[in-house]
């Protein structure tokens, strides 16, 4: 009987898995059937991380909404405070014909619905509805990855058509920020236990990321489980 039937492992061979595993999916036994999908347990691990991060940043985004003076701000421009970090986001969108016309210049344009020129059509429009989801996802990028930033300054957003498909990929961009005028929020326990709970979340996402990237091929680590036998 080999390695392949056994369905017990020595203390040192589950030691060996462990030490390749995320710190909340150690186990205690497992099969070899387990092992082979290792790359995929982690990978999933890290999109229910993902998720529930995302389900935390809406939360919060909300509780500061509530909370701040004034509100989540974007700005175009640098502003005073304290800077805190890059974030972007890219999403595809479908537009209606006015984004085959002079809204796009070789493919690429800065953005111009929330010119006065275009606001006429905007506010019912497929690329202002774009805009405004894509901002939406700024914001939640940033309070994920900065649970203290109160704004996002340096806006920046650009299109690019993808063929004659009508799909458009919009790329945004900014830096999350704490602006001096709107100063990090205290004393609201609720806010501030979920700021904890984002950072958590990040802490244990970049860990497992680092366990993907390092863990051998399946063959493997099969020979080293039958080194230790």
Not at 27 to 34: A, G, I, L, Q, R
Not at 100 to 106: A, D, H, P
Not at 154 to 183: C, D, M
């Amino acid at each position: 009987m080999g390695i392949f039937s056994s369905t017990k492992f020595t203390d040192k061979q589950i030691q060996l898995i462990n030490n390749y595993l995320p710190e909340d999916l150690k186990v205690s036994n497992f099969k070899m059937n387990e092992v082979e999908h290792l790359i995929s347990k982690i990978n999933t691990y890290i999109l229910e991380l993902n998720s529930e991060l995302n389900k935390k940043a809406i939360l919060l985004l909300k509780l500061k909404e509530e909370n701040l003076s004034n509100s989540y701000m974007i700005y175009n421009v640098p502003i005073n405070g304290k800077s805190l970090g890059l974030v972007d986001v890219g999403l595809v969108s479908r537009f209606n014909a006015k984004s085959t016309g002079n809204s796009f210049e070789n493919g690429v344009i800065q953005y111009a619905i929330e010119t006065s020129s275009e606001k006429v059509w905007a506010d019912n429009n497929s690329q202002y509805n774009s805009v405004q989801e894509i901002k939406s996802q700024l914001k939640i990028k940033s309070i994920s990855l900065f649970p203290k930033s109160n704004a996002i300054e340096n806006f920046n957003i650009t299109f690019r058509e993808l063929g004659s498909s009508g799909n458009v990929f919009i790329y945004a961009s900014g830096t999350a920020s704490i602006p001096e005028s709107n100063k990090e929020l205290k004393e609201n326990e609720e806010i501030q236990l979920i700021i904890e709970e984002i950072k958590k979340l990040n802490k244990k996402i970049e860990t497992s990321k680092i366990k993907f990237k390092e863990l051998p091929d399946y063959l493997e680590i099969k020979e080293e489980l039958k080194n230790l036998k």
